[in-house]
């Protein structure tokens, strides 16, 4: 009897590897995502414990939700500026620490420091350091002379200050990951490139960023699913989406009708639409920047 | 003459990197009046003009809320949900990373797909299955619930797929088991991947708060980021008690970072991930 061949232990050994994880994302995600779907076709009042059937009532009301597509819109806006500027940001530190030179460890563990401090004080932190008056943000930029940022009470620019928050907050932790990267590089390659005349930037642009794109990927697929997830600064540092409801994300908004209005199906349904747009952008990116895992 | 720059740049980022830390150290001990004082460019903007304890003594003299038994919950809640966290997680990245075997990337995309779930949208439902269990106000309800992680499975699958597939072919045909080759040949190949995802696991559990907000109601259980919150959300807000409990706060983090690094941020600079 040979049912065992090498070929179905592997896959048996492969599937007793993965059960663990995949028994706790059943019960623990994929059935209260299942719930989640349901409740979306009701309307639900968490106090009364009762429920009555809506159908797509409460899809058609958010797609006639003038501050569900803002809060969609605010989320983008804050996913567009904090990508780009937080992987240049995280990819020129990790070039910088890269060569090892005396003292190269202290930079790379202060670089890496705010990814320990954990997102809740952080958040209260920016708070005070952006007071309009005495925070240490703006007493900073008044006293060599640029104008003061206001980033808690004037709604044009209060994303901005999140954007500073979670660039500070998460840049050293890619850093490192850009690091391992950069070291897999192999170095005989930029010393033929040098033979051969290349310069730094040609050498940037022709060897590094090629080699990276599997890191790259990685790094960019995860930014974008933090970015857009991002709740903890809106909740703490602008108390609750504000200036003006500019900060108030989709994650927000979902919680927001969730826990302040009570309104489960209707947050449900917001929360359902949100998973779908980000699973879309996600997929598209993967193609797009498909790396070259083993599958 | 590059170099000086290059190195003139890191410094002035390290300093920029480090002020808000710095300032939420040096205010902890500051008297509460001090706090917001001083509006001007100047030395006592970050250094306390009258240094004082008194903020620290304030948040461990509290009856109601001790300090350090949160620090002990946390701390417990943490160290659990890593460890069993790592073991789950990087069981089911080596298979997806080295292994073959059917239906291998339909059960990928659903890992990976759950990565997109906000937190918000499942959180009722699965309070409802903690509640169902009986597990409410237990440290189970902080622990079981986030062991599998689809992120901590991406990340390690990176790392995992470096390895040579030869290595492992090897391993197998000398008789090695596929436990045999995850302990042996996959761990020991990934420790600056493995120990990476620890600290963020862990530093993910130290954050806790959402979560913790609704499944525990008994104090006594509760968890270091609530309590730090409920000293600002009083009615009196004393901003000194809020940097000295957040300063505290970051120790644990901070001490286990600083001890890992080694292994760490050196193991991925110095080894590579070959």
Do not use: C
């Not at chain 1, 059943?26 to 429920?51: E, G, H, K």
């Not at chain 1, 970015?227 to 409801?245: E, N, Q, R, S, W």
């Not at chain 2, 339909?106 to 269990?133: K, N």
């Not at chain 2, 797929?161 to 290595?167: A, G, N, Q, T």
């Amino acid at each position: 009897m040979k049912i065992f061949s090498q070929r179905n232990r592997e896959a048996v050994a492969a599937y007793l590897f993965i059960l663990p994880a995949f028994g706790l994302l059943l019960l623990f995600i994929l059935n209260p995502m299942a719930q989640s779907l349901i409740t979306s076709f009701y309307d639900v009042n968490l106090i009364s414990d009762q429920r009555s059937f809506l159908g797509m009532e409460n899809y058609q009301h958010l797609l006639n939700d003038a501050s569900f597509y803002q809060s969609l819109g605010n989320s983008f806006y804050f996913a567009i500026l904090v990508i780009p500027i937080q992987t240049a940001l995280a990819l020129t530190l990790a070039l910088l620490v890269k060569r090892s030179f005396p003292g190269v460890g202290v930079f790379r563990t202060i670089y890496f420091i705010p990814f320990i401090i954990s997102m809740g004080v952080a958040s209260s932190i920016f708070r005070m350091m952006y007071n309009k008056e005495a925070g240490l943000f703006n007493v900073i930029l008044d006293g060599i002379g640029l104008p003061v940022l206001p980033f808690l009470s004037n709604p044009d620019i209060a994303m901005i200050g999140i954007v500073i928050l979670g660039t500070w907050k998460s840049m050293g932790f890619f850093m490192i990951v850009f690091l391992a990267g950069l070291n897999n590089i192999p170095n005989d390659l930029y010393e033929a490139a040098q033979i051969d005349g290349a310069g730094p930037i040609k050498r940037f642009f022709s060897i590094t960023l090629p080699l990276l794109k599997k890191v790259m990927a990685f790094v960019i697929i995860i930014t974008t699913m933090d970015a857009l997830k991002i709740f903890i600064p809106i909740y703490v540092t602008m108390a609750g989406g504000g200036p003006a409801g500019s900060t108030r994300t989709a994650a927000y908004f979902i919680y927001n009708h969730a826990f302040q209005h009570m309104d489960m199906g209707y947050a449900t349904a917001a929360a359902f639409i949100f998973f779908i747009i980000i699973l879309i952008i996600s997929l598209i990116q993967m193609r797009v920047l498909r790396s070259d895992v083993e599958y | 003459m590059l170099n000086v720059i290059k190195v003139m740049l890191m410094t002035v980022i390290a300093f920029i990197v480090l002020l808000p830390v710095s300032w939420m150290v040096l205010s902890s001990f500051r008297l509460e009046e001090e706090i917001f004082k001083f509006t001007e460019l100047g030395y006592h903007l970050l250094i306390p003009e009258n240094w004082t304890l008194q903020n620290y003594r304030d948040i461990f003299s509290e009856n109601q809320r001790p300090l350090d038994r949160y620090m002990l919950n946390t701390l417990f809640i943490a160290v659990t949900g890593t460890f069993l966290g790592l073991l789950v997680n990087s069981f089911a990245a080596f298979s997806f990373a080295k292994m073959r075997f059917p239906l291998k990337r339909s059960l990928f995309v659903i890992f990976l797909s759950t990565l997109a779930i906000p937190f918000e949208a499942i959180m009722v439902p699965q309070y409802m299955i903690i509640r169902d269990f009986g597990w409410l106000d237990t440290y189970t309800a902080l622990i079981v619930p986030q062991i599998v992680w689809a992120f901590g499975i991406f990340l390690l699958v990176q790392f995992f797929s470096d390895i040579p597939r030869s290595l492992i072919e090897a391993a197998r045909i000398d008789g090695a088991s596929w436990l045999t080759i995850f302990f042996r040949v996959a761990v020991p190949m990934s420790w600056p991947a493995i120990i990476t995802l620890g600290i963020i696991t862990f530093v993910g559990k130290w954050d806790e708060f959402l979560w913790a907000l609704i499944v525990i109601s008994d104090d006594a259980k509760q968890v270091i980021q609530i309590a730090i919150a409920s000293y600002s959300l009083e009615t009196y807000t004393s901003w000194g008690m809020v940097f000295a409990a957040s300063t505290i706060a970051s120790i644990p983090t901070m001490i286990i970072f600083l001890l890992l690094q080694k292994y760490y941020i050196q193991g991925v600079t110095t080894s590579g991930i070959k």
